[in-house]
């Protein structure tokens, strides 16, 4: 399976609501995720799978979300892909986020990935 053809599976799961599946799938033990935004740096499974159970603690409600596009280098193991999330957060107002993952791919699964996004100013409910 290509990077690209991986990439694309990990996005189909995630979109399919199976964001635990495509993590431990494809998520490497020693893996490093890097916010670029904010400097925030994880490192290992436990601390990216604490970091979105948190994020998913925050969520009230999605309302769609989708891939915008996804590309790969295969020469290098590096994969990218542009998505967003129209949500509600808990105590805030709807938003669209935007974002680029880039991962870095070592054995079929990610060692590293670099978060790229926009959190739009939360608009007032109703």
């Given at each position: 399976m290509s990077y690209l053809e991986k990439a694309k599976h990990f996005q189909q799961l995630q979109g399919e609501g199976k964001t635990w599946e495509a993590f431990e799938q494809y998520y490497a033990e020693d893996c490093?995720?890097?916010e670029m935004p904010t400097g925030v740096v994880r490192e290992g499974k436990e601390a990216q799978r604490a970091a979105i159970k948190e994020w998913f603690g925050m969520v009230e409600e999605m309302h769609g979300g989708g891939v915008k596009s996804i590309?790969?280098?295969e020469e290098d193991g590096?994969?990218?892909c542009e998505t967003w999330f129209d949500i509600t957060?808990?105590?805030g107002g709807r938003t669209k986020m935007e974002?680029?993952?880039v991962q870095k791919w070592r054995d079929g699964q990610i060692v590293e990935e670099r978060f790229y996004y926009n959190a739009p100013p939360q608009q007032p409910k109703g």
């Open positions: 490093k995720v890097i590309t790969a280098n590096t994969t990218c957060f808990k105590g974002e680029v993952g």
